[in-house]
């Protein structure tokens, strides 16, 4: 029988195909998929800052337009099976959608790119209840966690965490983790959108299996201060170094001492999925 799940998204075009790829498998049931606006954005707040940020600017223009060659035929020729239903931004948490919810009776939630969870969803759903954050926690957490890595060239933490959900910010019990796929020739939203494309199949196979998932045990001296970043601290600065990493072959560097690298940052996986 096929799982029943409600998703929790955003409104861009790789929320779209997360939840439209969600819904296309034949053991998987979308009952609805409740998405976001796009009000507050990144593009948004730093189009409306004070300070210059042109360079930021063109970055963001140049990740909606590699979004668009990655999903949007995909989107505009693939069935919608997904039953959307388009929310303001920050209404997840609102009384009557929680009570809608729950009425729905899903045996799974997922979480992907939405505001921050504050409703007795937490508790009612506890256990069934999966947030997808785009980095490797704990090692990245807050906003922008694939963004960063490049900036400190510790390639090793883009990836992907599927964590059970709680009151704090990717600080869940982490269920799952993947790490990006990525090619000497890549620009940081090239392997941020192949990411999604695998964190998505990924997804999929973690809810047919969930009733088989182990219990994972990362290591509990890890810092989960050290790598903490807000909205804010996406600078014209720190992108710049960001670029000057790719233009410098950090990507290449990775790889060519890539199982080095990565054992300096261990991550934590399902072996029966």
Not at 219 to 230: A, E
Request: aromatic share 8%; charged share 25%.
């Amino acid at each position: 029988m096929a799982k029943r799940v409600v998703l929790l998204t955003g409104s861009e075009l790789r929320h779209d195909f997360f939840r439209i790829a969600m819904a296309r498998d034949p053991e998987i049931r979308v009952v609805r998929s409740y998405c976001e606006s796009q009000k507050g954005n990144l593009q948004e707040q730093v189009r409306e800052a004070s300070t210059s940020n042109s360079l930021r600017t063109t970055y963001l223009e140049s990740r909606s337009q590699t979004e668009r060659d990655f999903f949007e035929l995909y989107c505009r020729s693939t069935p919608d099976l997904s039953n959307p239903c388009q929310i303001v931004k920050g209404d997840i948490n609102r009384d009557d959608i929680v009570e809608e919810i729950i009425e729905l009776a899903p045996d799974i939630i997922v979480a992907y790119g939405c505001s921050i969870i504050r409703s007795r969803l937490l508790a009612h759903f506890r256990g069934c209840f999966i947030n997808i954050h785009l980095g490797i926690s704990p090692y990245y957490r807050g906003s922008g966690t694939n963004f960063w890595p490049f900036v400190n060239n510790e390639l090793s933490c883009v990836g992907t965490t599927f964590m059970h959900i709680d009151e704090g910010i990717d600080t869940g019990k982490i269920i799952h983790q993947i790490r990006a796929r990525m090619d000497v020739f890549d620009n940081i939203h090239q392997v941020g959108n192949r990411l999604i494309c695998d964190s998505v199949m990924e997804c999929r196979k973690l809810i047919r299996n969930f009733e088989n998932l182990s219990a994972l045990e990362g290591d509990s001296n890890i810092d989960f201060t050290k790598r903490y970043y807000r909205k804010k601290d996406f600078t014209e600065e720190a992108l710049q170094l960001a670029l000057a990493n790719i233009v410098n072959n950090n990507i290449g560097a990775y790889l060519s001492s890539k199982a080095d690298a990565d054992r300096r940052y261990p991550i934590l996986q399902q072996s029966n999925i």
